[in-house]
Every structure is written in structure tokens, then in C-alpha cells.
DNA sequence: GTCTATACACAGATAGAC
DNA sequence: GTCTATCTGTGTATAGAC
């Protein structure tokens, strides 16, 4: 709204804000994770941070979202439908290598199940396009023969979505828990044992 | 480890104040989670209450203990295993009733994440029963033919949990989910259509 | 042993100066 | 756009009354 040095400047300062707080995060796990640790490590006062996002849940909300963009870059972008799945498993693997992030969303997750919450209306968007992704990937599956599982795909969406973030739950509690591998073998199992065609990455 | 009397007062005081707490955080959900709150109810001050249990978290693991210990009293107590799946769907429906609970439930399974936390240890026990008794109702429906898919028993059982709690979490979000219905679905379409055999309670 | 009163530490929010 | 100062709320620690 405003001419460019100035805006562009208030953006670049949000981004560089952004990145450094998912860095401190990811590094120090929860502890990092309030205003004055993110303060500290640009270089500014918590009433200065507070200036660019409103309040601490915003800023929270707002890292959420660039974690996501940033992983969205990486991995699924482009990707065909039939593909997330795959995607959505690298991506599992990838994260479980920063457990102050799971922590991180999973708080965050818990929070936004109030409407009021800033976070709220991420959360359910982003659970709409997970399942939406692995919908299509199962309708495809489904309709190619390659998954004899004919359980309505939305249903099924659900209970990806549903183990997927259990599984971090158990994780966090006892980091020798190795997702991925129970995806896939659940995949195989269960799912009709065709998710390893897909391989290719 | 106090004569009579006076042991037995502090013992009721602190049941007093669980029941209590457990009731202001079903009514009122998170935001009834505070120590002043919970000392408001039971008409104590703050410090009254952590005289009872030292701090804050060490409180709120007690609060969840207290309820698994209510919820153990009126559905899973001597079941056979076989109906432990069963017991276990009846528990997450009743649960939904009382979203403040599962709210409190969640964010301190996401503190818990730390082995310092109060509540560590509580949620690895509790992972470790719950999952116990999947899988002995896994083995014996194996076993007896019931159920057509052989993986390995640990493995469903993890998978079994992390659907209950991620499905949870589904809700949190968007209270239209119906939790029971897709966990009675998942059952009847992937683990072989069975479960339904148990139905009795 | 039980509890109140009080003091303290800290986080987040807000107002106003620069 | 950023800081300092301030206010509020909340958890914690301690002293001492009963």
C-alpha cells in the first residue's frame, strides 16, 4: 500500500524476521519459541518485533506459514497428484529431522481449535488442501486398479492425515519411533501394497 | 506416610481439588486451565493449591491422571482384551462431549515432549498400556481368524493410536468430524470387517 | 500440616519519544 | 521503524499465622 522502498523494506524486514525465527526454533526446540528469543536474535526489542505482526500469535501463525512455503517449494510443487503421497511422505521423513518445529505446529494445532485464534483459519485450510492431495492420489489409485481398498477416498483422506500427525505425536514423546517406515508399511499393507510403484525419487 | 487423620485430610483435599479442576476445565475448556482459576473454584489462593502439588505442571499431571483413572473406572475395567478395541471407541465417543478435556489432554502430550516435563513419563506409560492393548485384541483376532491382515501386531497398534489422537486433533478443529464413525469404518474396511462381531456393550 | 499474604520474576501488550 | 518505559497477568518462592 505504500511506495516501494519503504513497503519493500517493511516486507524484506518481515521475511528476514521469519527465517531467523524458524532457524532459533528449529535449533532450540520450544524454548526458542518466544518473542524475546526471536527479539534477540535480529537484533531487536520485542516491541520492535511486535510492530511488524501484532502479537505474538500472529507472529506465530505467520511462521507456520512461511515453514510451509518453504517446504512447498521443496517438494510437492508441480508434483503430479498422483505423487503427494510420495511427496507427503519425504516430506515426513525431512521434518522429523527438526523437532522444534513439530513441537512448534503441534502447540499451534492445539491453540487454533479456538475460532478466535489467528491460527485457526490456517489450520483448517491447510487440513482441507492435505486431504484434497491425498484424495485425488487415492481416486487415481482406485480408478488405475493399483489400490483394490475401494473405501470412500475422502474417508480414507481423513485417516492418512489422521496417522500422519498422530505418528509425530509419538515421535516427539519417544524420538525412536520411526514414521516413515510405519507409513509405508501401513501403505503396503493395508492400502493394497502399490504405493512402492511410485518410487522414483 | 502420616498417622491417620490428618494424612487422610490432604489426601481428600487433593482429590477434592482434581475433581474440581477436571469439572471448571470440561465447562469452561482451556481457558479455565489457570492455577488461579482452578484456586477460585475450590475457594483457595493460588499458593493454596501449589502447597498440595508444588507446581503448576505437576498439577495439571495429576488432573490428567485423575480423569484416565475416572475413565478406567467406568469402561475399560476388566475387559477382556478382545473388547479393549471396543472399550477403547466407546471412550474416544464419550470423550467428544467434553472438548476442554481434550484440549488440556493434547497440549500437555505436546509439553510432555520434554523429558524434564512432570507429565513425561505419565504419557509414556500411558502410550506404552494403550498400545498393550491393542495389540493383544490384534493377536487374538489374528489368531482366532477374524482378522484376514497379518502385520505385525505392535506395528497396527501404534497405527491405531496415532488414528485415534490425529483424528482427535481433526476435531479440535472442526467439532463435525465424527471420530467414532471413522474409526468403525477404518476397522470394517482394512482390518478385515470384524470388529463389529464385539459389539455388545 | 494447612493455608494466607506478600514479594518476585517474567512474558506479552501498549503508549509515546526519537 | 524502532526503542524505552510501563502496565498487566500469571506462575513461583518464602515467611509466618493458625
Redesign the interface.
Known amino acids: 500500500m505504500k511506495p516501494g522502498g519503504t513497503y519493500l523494506k517493511g516486507v524484506a524486514k518481515r521475511e528476514e524476521i521469519l527465517k531467523k525465527a524458524l532457524d532459533v526454533i528449529g535449533r532450540e526446540g520450544?524454548r526458542g519459541a518466544s518473542v524475546k528469543e526471536i527479539a534477540d536474535a535480529v537484533h531487536l526489542s520485542p516491541a520492535g518485533i511486535l510492530h511488524h505482526f501484532g502479537t505474538k500469535e500472529e507472529l506465530f501463525t505467520e511462521i507456520l506459514r512461511k515453514r510451509d512455503e518453504l517446504d512447498q517449494e521443496l517438494f510437492t510443487d508441480g508434483a503430479p497428484a498422483e505423487q503427494s503421497a510420495l511427496a507427503y511422505l519425504n516430506l515426513t521423513q525431512r521434518n522429523a529431522q527438526v523437532?522444534g518445529l513439530i513441537?512448534l505446529f503441534?502447540?499451534m494445532?492445539?491453540?487454533?481449535?479456538?475460532p478466535q485464534h489467528p491460527a485457526?483459519n490456517f489450520?483448517?485450510k491447510r487440513?482441507v488442501e492435505t486431504r484434497a492431495g491425498f484424495e485425488e492420489a487415492i481416486r487415481v489409485l482406485q480408478e488405475s486398479g493399483r489400490l483394490q481398498?475401494h473405501?470412500?477416498p475422502a474417508?480414507l483422506a481423513?485417516?492418512i492425515?489422521?496417522?500422519?500427525?498422530?505418528?509425530q505425536?509419538?515421535w516427539?514423546?519417544?524420538p525412536s519411533?520411526d514414521m516413515a517406515a510405519?507409513m509405508t508399511?501401513?501403505f503396503e499393507?493395508?492400502l493394497g501394497g502399490s504405493i512402492s510403484e511410485l518410487h522414483d525419487a
Open positions: 520450544i523437532p513441537e503441534s502447540e494445532a492445539v491453540k487454533a481449535a479456538d485457526h489450520f483448517v487440513g481398498l473405501s470412500d474417508m481423513r485417516v492425515q489422521a496417522v500422519s500427525d498422530g505418528l505425536m509419538q516427539l514423546l519417544d519411533v510405519i508399511a501401513l499393507d493395508c
